[in-house]
């Protein structure tokens, strides 16, 4: 099957919200989360022709997302300032959050990226078998390290 860009567009049109929701978890801003946001499709472009569907599309995804925002994270501050294109504008508007989930994301940015990785793919609503694929852990592994993650959020939420 010939990969192409018009099946691309299509697959990024359809998987935006997970891509931005990763996005957003790692972002400290609207311009960085659009800048995260580019270089995840960046590199979902790159590796799209060797991708040969062992895992879920939607697996593949948010593993190449919660890597390239790791990742990004990491390299940031070594990084020089860019200029950001406005990809992110027709994403979503922030009216609808409620100020619960805008407390829960602030909540979740303060933990490590391996947790926010664990937790944003749970408040998906990702198997324990997908969340283990994704992150390279046990399915036990998951379960625990969630129940700790959403005892942690808990007493954040209390200070």
Known sequence: MKRNEEEFTDIVERYKAVIYKVCSVYADDREEMADYYQEVLANLWRSYASFR???SLSTWIYRVALYTCVSFVRRKSSRPRS????????????????LQLKELYRLIGRLNRFDRALILLWLEERSYAEISEIMGITKSNVAVKLMRIKERLQRMSEE
Do not use: T
């Not at 406005?86 to 409620?98: F, I, M, Q, T």
């Open 53 to 55: 569907g062992e895992s």
């Open 83 to 98: 200029v950001s294109l406005d990809v992110g504008a027709a994403l979503y508007e922030e009216d609808d959050r409620s």
